[in-house]
Nanobody, 124 residues
């Protein structure tokens, strides 16, 4: 049984930084492409970032490009979403998603395994 678990959420001030982590059990981590998605209050779930299974490629939503960085440490089976210069509109529940294969992009329906999410609240 594959389990995806996010952590690192919390409250952060506008302009601050936060790092989310994603761990996966029940599957070889380095064989999984990862994605980060978020759901803001009253909104549909939206793509945030994706990273290839070896970490060589990544992609970002325009809303976070230049502020967020997605990365992974396959030796320690951890994925990261580093958030900088956060804005009020970054307040959301952030989920990590995974799927076997080299790469998976922006479409949530292409991901097979999902975590429960971790809440990020930005306040001024």
């Amino acid at each position: 049984q594959v389990q995806v678990v996010e952590s690192g959420g919390g409250s952060v001030q506008t302009g601050g930084s936060l790092r989310l982590t994603c761990t996966v059990s029940g599957y070889t981590f380095s064989e999984l492409a990862l994605g980060w998605f978020r759901q803001r209050p009253g909104k549909e779930r939206e793509f945030v970032a994706a990273i290839a299974r070896r970490g060589a490629s990544s992609d970002y939503a325009n809303a976070v490009r230049g502020r967020f960085t997605v990365s992974r440490d396959n030796a320690n089976n951890i994925g990261y979403l580093q958030m900088h210069t956060v804005r009020d509109e970054d307040t959301a529940n952030y989920s990590c998603a995974a799927v076997p294969g080299p790469w998976c992009g922006k479409r949530s329906e292409d991901y097979r395994y999902w975590g429960q999410g971790t809440q990020v609240t930005v306040s001024s």
